[in-house]
């Protein structure tokens, strides 16, 4: 009987065109999908004649595998990916491992791998960036969970997966138990604050330039060829240049409600969590939000009528301080991204290689541009490196972007056009480079009302102290603690 180098287990868009990368790359692939009318019409149509072996269940599937045995689970995150692990354990022998590469959030992750490793088996949580093409062609492959685990996946992981221009793999080892599902969720996060910035530039040059979208459309398309250049930049043109049936573009029929997924809100939730100031992501999560209350902007907007922008510059310098300013945003959502990974770092105890992570997002995945060859060299030059924006060529990037994006942030408040993310970006840049904050003044009334002490300036960090502020409330103080 012939058997299969590694097992699918579910048959969407995604499965299938994983499945169909593995075996062009030379591997013998075992599928199943719960619903085996699926496997049939798989089987006998895209896969006929390939090295694809059709499993009608689980047991099938795992007795048609090499040891160890890998099984790969494209499925619904969540309940579903606990019921196939319960299904697979009884099946499966001490070293073989389980495969989740949907969108899990890392807690579950971290859950499962402690799970399955107490029964004598391998866990990787796999982050799969790229979408249905990326998946076909090469995705963005981001494991982690249990390390002896790697060396048995690594030659079919960094053979499908996307490579750059020097062949190097956008695939390596994350870290223990959910690293990799938790560098997913960052890459999501960032990818979240990539298409807010753009939307925001977008609807800039609309609103305030007047431009038509076939015009932005020239507009991307120019700027990819600058430092923006990227997936979603190229994506952007194409939308912004593609027509109706009429001749007319489609994007302005197109209703401005924009759902989500999930995977935006978990990493704005992991920075409150670990005390990270994502605010740049954060304000793209809620952003999505606010476009859902459609009725209620529409009565607003009848409520506080807009003056047509007026905004009196030239356009094409206007073009170019929009370019500018996505740039600036660009770099601190990136910078804050980085921030939460390392933070999450230290609280788990995940030993990040972050231009390793740079160099996985260079290729296949979403957030993919030219841009991050610079992350990586910013890292491989200094792995301790705090804040990305202080590495040498993003510290000289941002100084010559600064007067675009304080005029483009000033042009939004001035005209109405709202870019949240474009000035929450310049707010937290504001505030990361300003060596005293008025957080004084806010411990002063936390210990006001509530006896929660302060450090004082001319005494050590980690003293604190307690100021009987009415004369009437006494000289016990709370203790510290951080929320």
């Known amino acids: 009987m012939q058997q299969a180098d590694i097992g699918l287990i579910g048959l969407a868009v995604m499965g299938e065109n994983l499945v169909m990368n593995m075996e062009s790359k030379g591997f013998t692939v075992a599928v199943y999908n719960r619903t085996t009318a699926k496997v049939d019409k798989f089987t006998s149509g895209r896969a006929q004649g390939k090295n694809i072996i059709g499993a009608h269940s689980l047991k099938e599937l795992v007795d048609s595998l090499k040891k160890p045995r890998k099984v790969f689970l494209m499925i619904k995150a969540g309940t579903p990916v606990d019921e196939q692990i319960q299904q697979l354990i009884p099946l499966l022998d001490r070293g073989d491992i389980i495969i989740d590469g949907g969108n899990s959030h890392f807690p579950d992750t971290m859950r499962r791998t402690e799970l399955v490793e107490s029964k004598g ?49 956008c695939c390596d080892w994350v870290g223990e138990n959910g690293a990799g599902h938790f560098v997913k969720m960052v890459h999501n996060g960032i990818e979240y604050g990539d298409m807010e910035l753009i939307c925001e530039a977008y609807q800039l040059m609309r609103e305030v330039l007047g431009l038509t979208a076939p015009e932005i459309s020239l507009v991307f398309a120019r700027w990819n060829k600058t430092e923006l250049d990227s997936y979603l930049i190229e994506i952007t043109r194409d939308i912004l240049a593609y027509k109706d049936t ?217 003293h604190f102290f307690h100021t009987n502020w009415t004369g009437h409330g006494g000289d016990t103080a709370s203790t510290t603690y951080n929320a």
Not at 144 to 158: K, L
């Open 121 to 169: 088996l391998l866990y990787v949580g796999c982050g799969v960036s790229g979408g249905e093409e990326g998946a076909l062609k090469g995705p963005s492959l981001m494991p982690g969970g249990s390390p002896a685990a790697w060396p048995e996946v690594a030659p079919i992981f960094q053979k499908i997966c996307a490579h750059v221009e020097d062949g190097s793999p």
């Open 246 to 462: 009429d001749g007319e573009p489609l994007v302005d029929r197109i209703l401005d409600t924009a759902g989500q997924k999930g995977t935006g809100k978990w990493t704005a939730i992991a920075a409150l969590d670990e005390g990270v100031p994502l605010t740049l992501i954060g304000e793209a999560v809620f952003s999505r939000c606010l476009s859902a209350m459609k009725e209620e902007r529409i009565a607003a907007s009848k409520a506080f009528p807009k003056a047509a922008p007026q905004p009196g510059w030239d356009r094409e310098e206007a073009i170019e301080a929009i370019r500018q300013a996505l740039l600036a945003a660009k770099i601190v959502s990136y910078a804050q991204g980085y921030m939460l990974m390392r933070a999450a770092a230290g609280h788990y105890g995940w030993n990040l290689n972050y231009g390793g992570i740079a160099l996985m997002w260079r290729g296949g995945c979403i957030i993919r541009s030219a841009f991050l060859g610079k992350i990586k060299g910013a890292y491989d030059k200094d792995p301790e490196l705090s804040n990305l924006i202080l590495a040498p060529y993003f510290r000289s990037a941002i100084e010559k972007l600064v007067p675009a994006w304080r005029k483009v942030a000033a042009a939004s408040v001035e005209t109405g056009v709202p870019a949240p993310a474009m000035l929450s970006a310049l707010s937290w840049f504001d505030g990361y480079t300003t060596e005293k904050l008025p957080a004084n003044l806010l411990q002063a009334q936390r210990d006001y009302f509530g006896a929660h002490t302060y450090e004082r300036l001319d005494a050590p960090r980690g």
